[in-house]
């Protein structure tokens, strides 16, 4: 569905069973290192987005063989670790920051020259953070104004292992310097103060490297250090990609908010370290149901079933929704609808924007506060007026989260920009108009 979108109420209860696109996260790790192994890697449920094709372009420019088998699955025949070739063409990352600096921390291990662009949001997306800690490798990094794309890398001539200790736990620039630790000689050991999502780790022991994670407290808190033994062998090994949880929350919220609803979504991947707003859930008294759980590929995989609960406030930890992209937006929603005080706490960097959300709150009746960085809804069980409108402009997430609200409000919600939602989740809108009979989500 394209152009201004109106979400309404439907005449039942959502239902059936749904799969959503594959994790990103996992899939651009799982291609990074299919190119890194020996033997053909043979990946499903790639997510059909442009980032996937600027990775697998890139890869290709550095020697391996990339190649789409059909929809969302790939063919990868590796270089081996320390194989890769100097391009001979620049490195386009797109739009992806993630892609940008784990491809800073694969090259630092190389003796490769390249250089790494991205448009124009990217390249106002400073690298300092990634490119500061691999020059310990012994790579070397030029970019525009110091840090910004396009920027070159001379990889490390003999890689060097390192220790490194970061001042914020970053799944992002942990794996990077994962990455150029594979061709080093020796253990690369990185120290997060607290735990990041570990799909890098998962993947890297699929593939045969060895690891240790010594995490010291538990839950959501507590240091985290890896350590890496360079110069493995990798091997390929087939890797079927899990539905990103980040995106199953959207039809899971749903039905949890719309009356009579229950509705399944298959193979989602079930990572403790990304599943911080499906513990939240829970906690609020939503039903959520996991069968069928499995490992693929180092990850716990899970179909799960939400069925109409009445949810109640809580007060969710500072970092609880740490690598769950977009959860601020959906998850206030849901407290929107909850009875009692909801609190979520050190949200003003959150992917989704404090003020944003506030925002789309404010213009569907439910008043909320912001306290220190806190999010604050107060609801004592009344029905959520709707009838706001979200202007185009708005991130997908966002988006994602009004048509959510407009499913369960008193009134229609309508969004200017219905085609954003599909940037990350193709077809989102029409998928949740047949999970709820149709005739719940059309054009405006």
Request: glycine share 16%; hydrophobic share 45%; aromatic share 2%.
């Amino acid at each position: 569905m394209f152009g201004p979108l109106r979400a309404a109420a439907p005449g039942r209860g959502l239902a059936g069973e749904i799969r959503v696109p594959g994790d990103g996260a996992i899939g651009l790790r799982a291609l990074m290192l299919a190119a890194l192994a020996v033997g053909e890697t043979r990946i499903e449920g790639l997510p059909e987005r442009d980032d996937t094709r600027h990775i697998a372009a890139a890869l290709r420019a550095l020697g391996a063989r990339v190649e789409q088998a059909g929809p969302g699955a790939w063919r990868v025949a590796g270089r081996g670790v320390g194989g890769l070739a100097e391009p001979a063409e620049v490195l386009e990352m797109g739009g992806s920051g993630s892609a940008a600096a784990l491809f800073c921390g694969m090259l630092a291990g190389h003796p490769v020259f390249a250089v790494l662009a991205g448009d124009a949001a990217l390249r106002r997306h400073p690298m300092g953070r990634v490119t500061g800690p691999l020059a310990a490798c012994g790579a070397r990094f030029t970019g525009c104004g110091g840090e910004f794309l396009p920027l070159a890398v001379e990889g490390a001539r003999l890689a060097l292992p390192a220790e490194h200790r970061l001042p914020v736990a970053s799944a992002t620039v942990k794996s990077a310097l994962l990455l150029a630790g594979l061709c080093a000689r020796g253990v690369t050991r990185v120290e997060e103060p607290g735990p990041s999502p570990d799909h890098t780790e998962n993947l890297l022991r699929h593939f045969g490297a060895r690891l240790r994670i010594m995490p010291e407290g538990a839950g959501w808190d507590g240091a985290r250090v890896t350590e890496l033994d360079g110069q493995p062998e990798l091997v390929a090994a087939p890797v079927s990609v899990p539905g990103d949880p980040s995106l199953a929350g959207f039809p899971l919220v749903a039905a949890l908010l719309v009356p009579g609803s229950r509705l399944t979504v298959r193979g989602v991947g079930l990572n403790l370290l990304r599943n911080g707003l499906l513990a939240t859930l829970r906690e609020m008294g939503g039903e959520l149901a996991v069968t069928g759980e499995r490992i693929e590929a180092g990850e716990a995989v899970g179909d799960v079933t939400a069925t109409h609960s009445a949810l109640r406030g809580v007060d969710v930890p500072a970092g609880r929704l740490r690598g769950t992209k977009g959860a601020l937006p959906l998850l206030a929603v849901a407290a929107a609808f909850a009875t009692g005080t909801s609190r979520i706490r050190g949200v003003g960097a959150e992917s989704g924007g404090l003020a944003a959300v506030m925002a789309l709150l404010a213009a569907n009746g439910v008043a909320a506060e912001a306290e220190e960085g806190d999010l604050i809804i107060r609801r004592d069980g009344a029905p959520v007026p709707g009838g706001g409108s979200m202007a185009a402009g708005a991130d997908s997430c966002s988006v994602m989260s009004a048509l959510v609200l407009g499913l369960a409000a008193e009134k229609p919600v309508t969004v200017e920009d219905g085609a954003c939602a599909g940037v990350v989740f193709p077809d989102f809108a029409g998928l949740m108009d047949r999970v709820a009979g149709g005739g719940a989500i059309t054009s405006a």
